[in-house]
């Protein structure tokens, strides 16, 4: 790899390659295709708001509709208490033409697959798989792993947002301490180990950023080549964790913190790994591949710690796989009332599509030009209407899939880009891991999947911090195992997988 230069990309020219594109096929073409004598569609869309949602008659949602024939009635419901609200329309029916609803693992919550069952939502498969999902170009622009992940009861009923690239973690490392100590970037979990171990320093630096046991979950998934379920040819399930494989990384790890190299009240410390890394006291950490690309986040390490780099790592060989992990690809989707009328269905799917488009993501990051935002110097500067009319809040539904050009690296040196671009497309053909669970129906993970792991992560701990024994932690998952809940959560996980993965 090339030592790393100070050469980024202005905004203001991302900005215009961005609206170039999207005024080339990536959406912006959908309000041009109305019949002269289609009325509008009213549409109520009811979203999570993360934040103050625009008040209603901004510019951005009149261009919103204006593009896509609509008169929408957007429906903010804040994140505290969504559950709730969303909860009770679905129990009485009364729901939006469009809703966000939360997705979990498995994908759907007890009451979302009940309003499934209960035909309160659209079957969507017809309009979403085959040659019917090209008239959708956004949409069709998706991984397939992600429309496998949607099939829910061999059926898609639900449009993803915020796409992801279903392959997207991997290993970052302080370039500048390796080179100081003299030892090469690591490429297999055992290399790594000995990184760790050389870069501690404690209590002034760790050897890795943990929060909890999870952390480190790529290199579980190493160890074990297991992602959380196991599932054998004629769907016998086995979660991860409680396989005697699983030790193998809890040992790594009871190692380590012996060691020295984890923080000893890791549980406890303030702020997310990647936060912590930040902070310039950690030399490994274990994040999405583009974190440490990302002009300010670097920026933030190297006013922590004066001369820092980061090293994005390929993904590393395991005992029995690679350090990284397959993602659903999303978080939340967009299902459609059962109500609407089918010929309004293809509408609505267009509407949608606009918002997955490079035009709908600059408008909602951005605003329009002279209104929200200018351009000075090569760089955008939104102002405080961008701000007061809340049109951030545009961004919370955004379905654009950019794959590796995530929009936070529109300004980040071009060299870095390359490299990170060259460690994602390594991921994506080296990972082997899936969630084999995850669209399946299994109504007893929803209701005592909470209550059965209750205690795991608390004894996943105690075993590290070395307060459980071996033989404490086998009785604990033999109790797991044995229990009538997991017994009818892999019943049914593999009566749903005969019936719609075979």
Not at 12 to 24: D, E, G, I, P, Q
Not at 99 to 123: C, L, M, R, W
Not at 383 to 396: D, L, P, V
């Amino acid at each position: 790899m090339k030592p790393y230069k100070s050469k980024r990309l202005s905004c203001a020219a991302m900005f215009a390659m961005l609206f170039l594109a999207a005024c080339s096929g990536s959406g912006g073409s959908v309000g041009s295709n109305h019949e002269a004598d289609e009325k509008p569609l009213e549409v109520r869309w009811t979203n999570i708001a993360y934040g103050t949602p625009p008040l209603g008659g901004d510019a951005v949602g009149k261009q919103i509709e204006d593009k896509t024939n609509t008169v929408i009635s957007w429906q903010w419901i804040p994140l505290n208490g969504y559950k709730e609200r969303l909860g009770v329309a679905l129990n009485t029916g009364d729901l939006a033409e469009i809703t966000q609803v939360p997705t979990s693992n498995p994908i759907y919550e007890t009451a979302t697959h009940d309003a499934i069952q209960a035909g309160k939502f659209h079957d969507l498969t017809p309009y979403l798989t085959g040659e019917s999902l090209k008239d959708y170009p956004n949409l069709a622009a998706y991984p397939d792993e992600i429309w496998d992940n949607m099939q829910y009861n061999g059926k898609i009923w639900g449009i993803p947002r915020h796409p992801n690239p279903p392959i997207f973690t991997t290993v970052h490392v302080r370039k500048d301490l390796l080179e100081k100590a003299g030892l090469e970037p690591p490429t297999t979990w055992e290399e790594l180990t000995n990184v760790i171990l050389k870069l501690s320093d404690p209590p002034e630096r760790y050897g890795i950023a943990m929060k909890s046991t999870s952390s480190g979950d790529v290199i579980a998934n190493a160890i074990t080549g297991i992602q959380n379920w196991s599932v054998d040819e004629v769907g016998n399930f086995q979660y991860r964790d409680f396989m005697p494989t699983f030790k193998t990384y809890l040992n790594w790890l009871k190692m380590l913190y012996e060691k020295g190299a984890i923080h000893p009240e890791f549980p406890i410390v303030e702020g997310s790994e990647t936060d912590l890394f930040k902070q310039g006291t950690y030399a490994v950490v274990a994040s999405n591949t583009h974190m440490f690309t990302i002009p300010d986040w670097l920026d933030t390490l190297s006013r922590n710690a004066p001369g820092a780099d980061v090293l994005t790592l390929k993904v590393l060989k395991g005992p029995q796989g690679y350090t990284t992990s397959a993602a659903t690809g999303s978080w939340t989707n967009l299902m459609i009332n059962s109500k609407v009328p089918k010929e309004d269905i293809p509408r609505l799917l267009r509407l949608i599509d606009y918002t997955s488009s490079t035009e709908y993501q600059k408008l909602a990051l951005y605003g329009i030009e002279g209104i929200h935002h200018e351009v000075k110097d090569g760089k955008i500067i939104r102002n405080e209407k961008y701000k007061s009319e809340g049109i951030e809040a545009y961004t919370w539904n955004d379905g654009t899939y950019t794959g590796a050009d995530n929009y936070l690296l529109w300004d980040a040196d071009p060299e870095r880009v390359s490299w990170y671009k060259e460690v994602f497309e390594d991921s994506q053909l080296k990972s082997t891991y899936a969630n084999p669970a995850f669209n399946l129906s299994s109504p007893v993970v929803g209701d005592k999947w909470g209550d059965l792991t209750r205690d795991l992560e608390r004894n996943k701990v105690k075993y590290v911090m070395g307060v459980m024994s071996e033989a404490d932690w086998d009785s604990y998952v033999n109790e797991l195992t044995a229990s009538e809940d997991y017994r009818k959560i892999v019943d049914e996980l593999k009566l749903s997988y005969n019936q719609y993965k075979q």
